[in-house]
C-alpha cells in the first residue's frame, strides 16, 4: 500500500463513513413519518421498544464484518467463516421465533417493563415484521468485511446505498397509500431496506469471491482456519456486541418505570437517531483502522492523530446543534415532535454531546486490540460499560426519580466513559 498519508486514510475510510452516514439517517427519517401519523406517542414508544429488541437479537452476528475483515485470507478461511455465520444466523432468528410466543412476549413487555396493553399489542406486531432483520444483517456484514479486507469499501457503501432507497421507497408508499399504524411501516420499511442491501451486497461480493477462490491458498494446513480458532476470536466480540446491544431493553425496562416513561420512551429514539448521525461515523473507523494498523509506528500515530481529530469534530459539530435553537428547530420541524415532547428532547441531546468523541476512541482502542488479538480486554470493557449504564439508571431512576429519558443517556455517557478509560489504562501498561 506504501506510505500511509492522510489522503490515503480518507480515501479508504470515507466509503465507510458515508455507508454508516446513510444508516443513520433512517432512525429520523421514519421517526418523522410515525410522528405525523396517528397516536405518534403510542408508535414511536412501541418502534423503540420493537427496535431494542431486534438489537438485542441481532447482537451476535454484529462483530461479523469485523470478524471477515480479520479471519478471512483465502478461501478456505472463507468457507469456514460462512458457514459460521450461517449457523449463527440460524440460531439468532430461531430465538426471534421464540421471543415472539405470545406468552412470552406480552409478559415482557406487559409484566416486566409495564408497557400499556395497546403498546404492547402494537410492539409484538411490529417485531414481527422485523423477523428478516437479524439474518440479513448477519449475512450482508460476513460479505461486506471481505469487500472492506478486500479494498473495496466503495461497493459496501453502494449497498448501503440500495438500503436506503428500499427503505425510504417502503416507508413513504405504506405512509401514502394505506392507513397502517406509524411502527408498522417504520419496521416493515427496516425489514426491506436490510433485505435488499444483503441481496445488493452479495451480488457485489462475486468478483471478489471468484478471486479469492482462484488463488492458491498461502497457508498451511496447521494455518487453516478452524471452527475452533473462529470461537476463540469471535466469542469476546459477540459477548461485547450482545452485552453492548442487550443494555438497550434494560433501559426500556428502567425508563418504563420512571417519571415521564411513556414519554420518555417515546424521545428517545429520536434523540437516538439524532446522535447516531454523529457517532455512526465514528464507528466506521474501526474497520478502517483494523485494516491500515500495523505496518509501523509511524503509520499508527498518524491513524491516532486522524482519530482525535474525527473524534473532536464530530462532538463539536453535535454540541452546535444541541446547544442552539438548531435543535428545536430539527425535533419540532423536522421530526415532527410535539411541543411537550420537543422541550423534553433538549436535555437528553445537551449530555450526550461528548459521545461521538468518546464512539471514536473506543472504535481506534478496540482496532488495536483485535489487531493484537486481545479481544478479551474489549468484553471486559463492555461489562464495565454495562455496569455503568445499570449503576446510573438504578440511581437516577429508583433513587432519585429522574425523568426517564434524561436517567438514560446520563446512563449511556457515564458507561462509555468507564469503558474508554478502562482500555485507556490497559493499553498504556502494554506498551
Known amino acids: 500500500m506504501g506510505t500511509l498519508t492522510i489522503k490515503k486514510i480518507l480515501k479508504f475510510w470515507l466509503p465507510l463513513a458515508g455507508t454508516w452516514l446513510m444508516m443513520s439517517l433512517e432512525g429520523p427519517f421514519l421517526a418523522a413519518l410515525i410522528a405525523r401519523l396517528v397516536d405518534p406517542k403510542f408508535n414511536l414508544a412501541a418502534y423503540g421498544v420493537a427496535f431494542s429488541f431486534a438489537l438485542i437479537i441481532e447482537a451476535p452476528v454484529i462483530?461479523?464484518?469485523?470478524?471477515?475483515?480479520t479471519l478471512v485470507h483465502d478461501y478456505q478461511s472463507l468457507k469456514k467463516l460462512r458457514q459460521f455465520t450461517w449457523i449463527l444466523n440460524a440460531m439468532i432468528t430461531g430465538i426471534m421465533l421464540i421471543l415472539l410466543i405470545p406468552d412470552i412476549f406480552f409478559f415482557l413487555t406487559i409484566d416486566l417493563i409495564g408497557l400499556p396493553e395497546n403498546v404492547a399489542h402494537l410492539t409484538h406486531t411490529a417485531t414481527i415484521i422485523l423477523i428478516p432483520w437479524p439474518g440479513a444483517i448477519g449475512f450482508r456484514r460476513f460479505y461486506q468485511g471481505v469487500l472492506i479486507r478486500n479494498h473495496a469499501t466503495?461497493?459496501?457503501?453502494?449497498?448501503?446505498?440500495?438500503?436506503?432507497?428500499?427503505?425510504?421507497?417502503?416507508?413513504?408508499?405504506?405512509?401514502?397509500?394505506?392507513?397502517?399504524?406509524?411502527?408498522?411501516?417504520?419496521?416493515?420499511?427496516?425489514?426491506?431496506?436490510?433485505?435488499?442491501?444483503?441481496?445488493?451486497?452479495?451480488?457485489?461480493?462475486?468478483?471478489?469471491?471468484?478471486?479469492?477462490?482462484?488463488e492458491d491458498s498461502s497457508f498451511a494446513q496447521s494455518k487453516?482456519?478452524?471452527?475452533?480458532?473462529?470461537?476463540?476470536?469471535?466469542?469476546?466480540?459477540?459477548?461485547?456486541?450482545m452485552l453492548t446491544l442487550g443494555v438497550h431493553p434494560l433501559v426500556t425496562f428502567f425508563v418504563g418505570k420512571s417519571v415521564m416513561s411513556l414519554e420518555s420512551?417515546?424521545?428517545?429514539?429520536?434523540?437516538?437517531?439524532?446522535?447516531?448521525?454523529?457517532?455512526?461515523v465514528g464507528l466506521s473507523f474501526q474497520e478502517a483502522a483494523i485494516t491500515l494498523m500495523g505496518e509501523n509506528d509511524k503509520d499508527d500515530k498518524l491513524i491516532k492523530r486522524f482519530a482525535t481529530f474525527l473524534g473532536t469534530g464530530l462532538s463539536i459539530l453535535l454540541a452546535i446543534t444541541a446547544f442552539t435553537p438548531l435543535s428545536r428547530i430539527w425535533f419540532s420541524v423536522v421530526s415532527g415532535l410535539s411541543e411537550e415532547l420537543t422541550t423534553l428532547a433538549m436535555k437528553p441531546i445537551m449530555i450526550m454531546t461528548i459521545f461521538p468523541a468518546t464512539t471514536v476512541l473506543i472504535a481506534f482502542q478496540r482496532a488495536i486490540l483485535v489487531k493484537s488479538g486481545r479481544t478479551s480486554l474489549i468484553t471486559w470493557a463492555t461489562l464495565i460499560e454495562v455496569a455503568g449504564i445499570l449503576l446510573i439508571l438504578y440511581v437516577g431512576v429508583v433513587q432519585l426519580s429522574w425523568i426517564g429519558a434524561i436517567a438514560a443517556v446520563s446512563a449511556f455517557v457515564f458507561g462509555r466513559v468507564a469503558a474508554n478509560?478502562?482500555?485507556?489504562?490497559?493499553?498504556?501498561?502494554?506498551?
Open 154 to 214: 466503495r461497493r459496501v457503501a453502494y449497498g448501503t446505498g440500495i438500503r436506503l432507497l428500499s427503505m425510504a421507497s417502503m416507508a413513504l408508499s405504506l405512509f401514502l397509500f394505506t392507513d397502517l399504524p406509524g411502527v408498522y411501516i417504520g419496521t416493515a420499511a427496516l425489514s426491506a431496506g436490510v433485505v435488499a442491501e444483503a441481496i445488493s451486497t452479495r451480488f457485489m461480493v462475486h468478483g471478489v469471491l471468484k478471486k479469492i477462490r482462484l
Open 224 to 241: 487453516r482456519l478452524r471452527f475452533r480458532g473462529i470461537i476463540s476470536f469471535y466469542y469476546p466480540l459477540a459477548l461485547t456486541s
Open 265 to 280: 420512551l417515546a424521545v428517545l429514539p429520536v434523540v437516538g437517531s439524532f446522535v447516531f448521525l454523529f457517532r455512526g
Open 421 to 431: 478509560s478502562y482500555l485507556y489504562l490497559q493499553l498504556k501498561i502494554a506498551k
Open 63 to 69: 462483530m461479523m464484518m469485523t470478524a471477515s475483515t
